[in-house]
């Protein structure tokens, strides 16, 4: 790579870098053994300072309205920066696969300036048999320095925080930043740039299985519930937040889960709060008393986005080969902060290319920097800022394997009832696993139907074990009349954002757009 660096420690294992995070004054350990970090400025995704290399190879294939751009000199001059800031530090070094499905996986190496991004990134990507070192072959390569500086102007960079990516030189640049998320997210951008080309879908989505292989797909932003949802004991974990889907079935891209602490319940969610009490795991920026060492994962002080990397096998459920067998169920979350959507939906075809292409939801606090509450916004395929290709590319792949596997569709909602952020509460989790069980299950296919009178997606009247107000969020709210208005803003909205995408879907696509004040339908059993 051309640096001249002091000590190279690669491919440290878990026991060795806990040590040395410890040693450096990295991280503290907490009762239990979970060591605690901070991120200090950066407690989440820095999405406005990330560059893609414009050039040749680049300039038909990206998304460009999506995907902010940086000349071949400007990474170059980056790219020196980086060397000359990397000269005589003692550096971590990982070998790591992106990709559980051996005939698809990216071999990448991670350089680290901080030991503790070297243990997250061990625990989130998957690590090679001892046999698969010798002949290792990096085909690309990020490098992660919290403490380097950019200069906008010399790297074409808007603040002294940067993520810079180069496919043609497939090279990834990281500085400014302490938020171990980038480096993961970095590889999730690489993958979905390359895997279209070899007709595989990449995705930000969840997968679990039942026992009969009945693998279902959870598409969500940060916050809606992919990880939450995902991680049932009944159904093994696949992985909880991205994933591709080739000719061979789904496959984890990752070895570990990223999930959000705060407030965090042992009852709710068991299988993750065990792993706040386990040797090794990562805690960011989560409050922990410094004489008794407990946590307080209510306590937002350092962040709203508290995060915990472990590695996969800490639940007890997961799947030791992060493979399965197709789908046969295809669930998209939104965390709706208008409390208009159902809690669960059953979509037409036409309509999951529309939700998708949508990527309804809303930002959590704290998952970027700046959202401090809540807000609408619609992202692409579920996750438009890791999306370099055009959200057509994806879908069309999407459109292609639903039909190809007889995929049945839902949209869930984990966000708001009976009124919106503010005034409404929050979905209840044993409402959304109830009704999701019976969409995983089948037993909602002979359900009583309606038609919904925005959004034309028919919604369950009835569900057992879940009380049937929630069903109709109309009814949950005081106010009917602001309810109606809500709905039909929000269905303007989803008309307004799908105008970037009608000249690249087809009319049936088109048609599945919100129709307010249509006439509701009570149906005996769902529509195909």
């Given at each position: ?51 893609t ?27 020196d ?25 990216l ?15 061990r ?34 960079c ?56 009945d ?21 093994e974990l ?38 706040t009490?386990?040797?090794?795991t990562?805690?960011e920026?989560?409050?922990m ?204 909205m ?35």
């Amino acid at each position: 790579m051309g640096i001249e660096t002091g000590q190279i420690n690669l491919n440290w294992n878990e026991a060795r870098l806990y040590q040395e995070i410890v040693s450096r004054g990295e991280g503290e350990v907490a009762e239990g053994g979970a060591l605690v970090v901070k991120t200090g400025e950066h407690t989440g995704r820095s999405a406005k300072d990330k560059f893609t290399v414009r050039d040749a190879s680049t300039e038909d294939q990206v998304w460009w309205d999506n995907n902010a751009s940086m000349t071949p000199e400007q990474f170059t001059n980056l790219w020196d920066d980086f060397r000359a800031h990397m000269a005589g530090k003692e550096l971590f070094v990982q070998q790591l696969f992106g990709g559980a499905d051996t005939e698809h996986r990216l071999p990448v190496r991670v350089v680290n300036e901080l030991a503790w991004h070297s243990l997250f990134i061990r625990h989130l990507l998957r690590i090679p048999a001892a046999d698969e070192y010798a002949g290792f072959d990096a085909q690309f390569t990020i490098v992660n320095l919290p403490s380097f500086k950019a200069d906008p102007e010399r790297h074409g960079c808007r603040s002294e925080t940067v993520i810079g990516v180069d496919f043609d030189r497939k090279l990834v640049l990281i500085g400014g930043t302490s938020y171990a998320g980038e480096t993961k997210k970095s590889v999730f951008t690489i993958l979905n740039y390359l895997l279209p080309a070899k007709g595989i879908m990449p995705m930000h989505c969840s997968v679990n299985a039942g026992k009969d292989d009945d693998a279902a797909i959870f598409f969500g932003l940060s916050g809606t519930g992919k990880t939450t949802l995902s991680a049932d004991a009944n159904r093994e974990l696949i992985g909880d937040d991205e994933h591709g889907w080739s000719p061979n079935g789904l496959f984890n891209f990752e070895g570990g889960c990223y999930a959000k602490m705060i407030r965090l319940s042992e009852e709710a969610e068991p299988e993750i709060f065990a792993t706040t009490k386990m040797w090794g795991t990562v805690l960011e920026n989560v409050v922990m008393d410094p004489v008794t060492r407990e946590l307080d994962l209510d306590d937002a002080t350092l962040a709203e986005n508290s995060r915990g990397a472990y590695p996969i096998s800490a639940i007890p459920n997961a799947s030791a080969t992060g493979t399965c067998g197709h789908p046969k169920n295809l669930v998209m979350l939104t965390c709706d902060a208008f409390g208009i959507m159902p809690p669960i939906a059953k979509l037409t075809p036409a309509q999951a290319m529309y939700h998708f292409l949508s990527g309804y939801t809303a930002k959590v606090a704290g998952t970027e920097k700046g959202v401090t509450e809540p807000s609408a916004t619609f992202s692409a395929c579920f996750g438009a800022p890791f999306m370099p290709r055009h959200p057509a590319d994806y879908g069309a792949l999407l459109r292609e394997l639903i039909a190809e596997h007889d995929v049945d569709c839902w949209l869930v909602n984990t966000g708001w009832t009976g009124g919106a952020y503010g005034t409404g509460q929050r979905m209840p989790i044993k409402a959304t696993r109830a009704l999701l069980n019976a969409a995983l299950d089948g037993s909602l296919k002979s359900a009583a139907y309606r038609e919904d009178a925005n959004f034309g997606f028919m919604v369950p009247v009835s569900v057992a074990g879940v009380d049937d107000a929630i069903l109709d969020p109309r009814s949950t709210w005081a106010d009917k009349d602001a309810y109606d208005a809500q709905a039909s803003k929000l269905a303007a909205m989803f008309t307004e954002n799908f105008t970037k995408f009608e000249d690249h879907v087809a009319p049936y696509v088109r048609a599945a757009a919100p129709k307010p004040a249509a006439k509701t339908k009570t149906l005996e059993t769902a529509a195909e």
